[in-house]
C-alpha cells in the first residue's frame, strides 16, 4: 500500500466517468500440487493450531488468546502499475519489480528473512497473492530468486509455496490474502477493483477452494483473507446486501462456506469491509463504509467460530476522503487531521464496534493494513502515527503492518529494507523514527492466556436466498424444497424472529448446544404437533414441534411462514411455554441481547434461558404473514 494507491483510483475515477469498466478472462485453472510440510516447532512462541474465535478474540486450539502480530508481505499480488513496460522496474510500484513472488528474495536467504522477522516481534504475516499468480506458468526469471537459488525454475506458485513452509516452519502463522485478480498493484481502475472485475465470482470462488486445499495439510495457515479493499470501478459501487453481482457480503459468503466445506474446515475466515463508494467530489455522495454495514447485516458461517472482520486505515485517507492531492481531492478530512479523540471516536464507529461482546456481529476486528513512511517528516502524519498504534495498544486490537518488505532506496514505507547486497535497514536499525511507536505497540500489555467460551449470538439473513449455516442439516438434503430456508449452524438454536423480511437469531445461551446426538429432525407444515388445550396463539396457525424437540431453522415463501425445522433436545422439560407477540411491536429482552438482528422489522425473541418451540402466523387478508408469534419454552435444567 502506498499514497499513490488512492490517488490513481480518484484520478481515473474522476477523469472517466463514461469510460466502460475493465474486464478480463481469467486464467485457466492449474492442477493442484501437494501441499507444503507440516511445520517445525514455532520459533515464535507457543500456540497450537488451528485458530478459531471467542467473542472478540482469536485463541488457539487450546483455547489461549492469539493476538495477529502481523505484517504484510507483498509482491505476489503484483507490482506492475499499469503502464509502460512491464519489464522496466520503473514501471513498477516503488521502481520494485516483485516478478509476481513476494519481495526481497532476489536480495535476503529466506533463512535471514525469517530471523529479521522474528526479530520484529511479529507472529504472523498476510501473503497477499493475485488469482493471475496462481495460474501462470513461466517459471520467475533467475534475477528474482537470486539470493535463492533454490528456487530458480519455479512459477510463482511453487515460490509462494516455499514461501508459506518456511514461514510456518519458523513458527509463523500465515494469512492467505487474495489482494488482486491480476498481477497489477492495486488500488485504481485496474481490474482488481471486485472480487469479480476480471473474472466471474464462480471463478474466484473455484480460485479460494484451490488455495484453501493446498495448504490444508499445513496447520499453521490459518485464514483465508477473502479480498482486498473492494471498492467502485469506473461505473458502480459495491454493496453490502443486495443480491446483485456487485453484492461483496453475498459473496464473501459464497466464498466461506465453499473454503469451510470443500477445502478446509480449520482456516479463519477474513472479510474485509467495502473500501470506497461514489465518486471523490464534493457535492456529490461518497464513503468510506469500511464494516459500518455489519451492524444490521452481519455474517453467519457455518462454523460460527471461524469469522474475523478486517478494516485498513492510513493518514492520508480519511472516513470520507479518498487519499487523493489535487485531482479527486475533496474537502473531508483525513485521518491525520483528526485530533485524538475524533480519530478514536472514528475507529470505533467504522469499525471496532464490531468487537462489542453480545451482539449478532460480534467478532474480532482485525486491521490488516496500516503503515507510514520511514522517511515521513509532517506532523500530522506522525502523530496519526502515534495516535493510530496508541489506539491498537489500548485496545489490545489485532493488526498487521504494510509492507513488511522492500529494497533500500525505493520503499521507505516498509519495516525491513534490502540493498542488492542484502544489507538490512529499517526499524530494527537505529534512528527509524517509527521504533517508538512500534515498541510501544508490540509490548504494550494484552489479553492473554486462557478465553473463557461466551455466548454466541448469530443472524440469519433470508434476503435473496438460504441460509441454511447447519452441516447436520445439510447432509439430509432439501427439507423445503422452492422455499427460502434458514437455519442455525450446528451448536446454536433459534431464539428470534422477524414479523418481515425473514430474519432470524441464533444463539448457545445458558445451554451451549441443546440438540441431541443423530440426524433426526421434523419438518412442521401444520398444527398437527399442537397438544389438544394447548392454543397458544388463538386464531392464527401454529407450526409446533413435537414434544422434546426445539425449533433450529424456518422456510417461507415471500412473507408467508412455510415451515419450521424441529430437533430432538438432549434433554427435555415438562415446564409449559409462554407466547411472545411481535406482529404490531418489538418483543425482546431488555438487555438486547444479540442486538438488532432485523433493522426496521418488528422482532420477536425469547429470554436467554429458552427455547423456540412453535411459531405463529395468520394468513388473514391484509395481514402480514409473516412470524406473528413465538412460543418460548425454559432450556431444561
Known amino acids: ?40 516447532v514455532s520459533a515464535t512462541g507457543a500456540w497450537q493450531p488451528p485458530l478459531s474465535t471467542r467473542g472478540r478474540y482469536i485463541v488457539d486450539a487450546a483455547g489461549n488468546r492469539f493476538r495477529l502480530k502481523a505484517a504484510n508481505w507483498d509482491g505476489a499480488q503484483g507490482s506492475w502499475t499499469g503502464s509502460g513496460d512491464p519489464a522496466d522496474p520503473a514501471d513498477h510500484h516503488a521502481g520494485q519489480d516483485s516478478h ?44 528474482a530468486v537470486a539470493a535463492n537459488p533454490q528456487l530458480r525454475g519455479e512459477t510463482p506458485l511453487e515460490v509462494y509455496d516455499a514461501v508459506v513452509a518456511a514461514l510456518t516452519g519458523a513458527g509463523f502463522a500465515v494469512i492467505l490474502n487474495n489482494h488482486t485478480d491480476t498481477s497489477r498493484w492495486c488500488c485504481g481502475i485496474d481490474g482488481n477493483e471486485r472480487w469479480n472485475s476480471s473474472q466471474s465470482t464462480g471463478q474466484w470462488a473455484d480460485d479460494w477452494v484451490f488455495m484453501a486445499r493446498r495448504y ?16 467502485r470501478d469506473v461505473l458502480n459501487d459495491p454493496n453490502w ?32 469491509g467495502i473500501n470506497w463508494t461514489g465518486l471523490p467530489v464534493d ?31 492510513y493518514g492520508y485517507t480519511g472516513p470520507r476522503h479518498s487519499g487523493a492531492t489535487g485531482i479527486g481531492e475533496t474537502s473531508d478530512p483525513r485521518y491525520q487531521d483528526l485530533t485524538r479523540d475524533e480519530l478514536y471516536q472514528v475507529l470505533a464507529d467504522q469499525a471496532f464496534f464490531v468487537t462489542t461482546e453480545g451482539k449478532h456481529y460480534t467478532a474480532p476486528v482485525w486491521t490488516s493494513e496500516f503503515g507510514v513512511g520511514a522517511g515521513e517528516t509532517g506532523t500530522a502524519a506522525r502523530t496519526w502515527f502515534g495516535n493510530i498504534t496508541d489506539y491498537f495498544a489500548d485496545h489490545d486490537t489485532d493488526f498487521a503492518y504494510w ?65 441454511v449455516q447447519s452441516l447436520r442439516v445439510r447432509a439430509g438434503g432439501d427439507w423445503d424444497s422452492g422455499a427460502y430456508k434458514a437455519v442455525c449452524p450446528d451448536g446454536l438454536r ?53 414434544a422434546g424437540q426445539f425449533v433450529i431453522g424456518y422456510s417461507r415463501r415471500g412473507e408467508r411462514v412455510s415451515a419450521v425445522l424441529c430437533v430432538p433436545a438432549r434433554a427435555t422439560s415438562s415446564a409449559s411455554g409462554r407466547t411472545v407477540w411481535f406482529d404490531r411491536s418489538d418483543n425482546r429482552p431488555a438487555d438486547g441481547a444479540g442486538d438488532d438482528f432485523a433493522s426496521g422489522a418488528y422482532k420477536g425473541q425469547c429470554a436467554a434461558a429458552e427455547y423456540i418451540a412453535g411459531v405463529a402466523f395468520t394468513t388473514r387478508a391484509g395481514s402480514t404473514p409473516g412470524p406473528a408469534a413465538v412460543l418460548c419454552a425454559p432450556v431444561p435444567s
Open 403 to 467: 509492507p513488511l518488505v522492500g529494497w533500500e532506496g525505493h520503499d521507505d514505507w516498509a519495516l525491513l529494507r534490502y540493498d542488492t547486497a542484502g544489507h538490512r535497514y529499517g526499524l530494527l536499525d537505529s534512528g527509524d523514527w517509527r521504533a517508538t511507536a512500534w515498541d510501544h505497540l508490540m509490548n504494550s500489555p494484552s489479553r492473554t492466556g486462557y478465553i473463557e467460551p461466551g455466548t454466541t449470538w448469530r443472524m440469519l439473513a433470508t434476503d435473496h436466498g438460504d441460509a
Open 100 to 143: 509476481g513472488i513476494p519481495l526481497g528474495l532476489d536480495r535476503a536467504s529466506l533463512s535471514q528473512l525469517l530471523s529479521d522477522f522474528q526479530a520484529l516481534g511479529i507472529n504472523s504475516v498476510r501473503l497477499p497473492f493475485s488469482n493471475e499468480m496462481i495460474h501462470t506458468t513461466a517459471p520467475v526469471p533467475d534475477a
Open 283 to 313: 457535492g456529490l455522495p461518497h464513503d468510506r463504509p469500511t464494516l459500518a454495514p455489519v451492524r444490521t447485516l452481519s455474517h453467519t458461517l457455518v462454523d460460527a467460530h471461524k469469522l474475523v472482520y478486517s478494516a485498513h486505515f
Open 216 to 231: 490444508a495439510a499445513n496447520s499453521r495457515v490459518v485464514g483465508a483473507d477473502l479480498y482486498n479493499e473492494v471498492r
Open 1 to 40: 500500500m502506498s499514497i499513490t494507491k488512492f490517488v490513481k483510483l480518484v484520478t481515473y475515477l474522476t477523469a472517466s466517468l463514461m469510460v466502460l469498466a475493465l474486464s478480463g478472462t481469467a486464467p485457466a485453472t492449474a492442477a493442484p500440487r501437494s501441499a507444503a510440510a507440516a511445520p517445525a
Open 494 to 546: 433459534l431464539i428470534g424472529l422477524a414479523h418481515s423480511g425473514g430474519r432470524g437469531l441464533c444463539t448457545d445461551a445458558t445451554t451451549g448446544d441443546l440438540r441431541a446426538a443423530g440426524t433426526a429432525q421434523t419438518v412442521v407444515t401444520d398444527e398437527r404437533y399442537v397438544p389438544a388445550g394447548g392454543d397458544w396463539a388463538s386464531g392464527y396457525t401454529k407450526l409446533q414441534c413435537p
Open 241 to 272: 446486501g443486495l443480491g446483485d453481482g456487485h453484492d461483496w457480503y453475498a459473496a464473501a459468503q459464497l466464498a466461506a462456506d465453499r473454503i469451510l466445506t470443500e477445502a478446509d474446515p480449520n482456516l479463519l475466515i477474513v472479510i474485509e
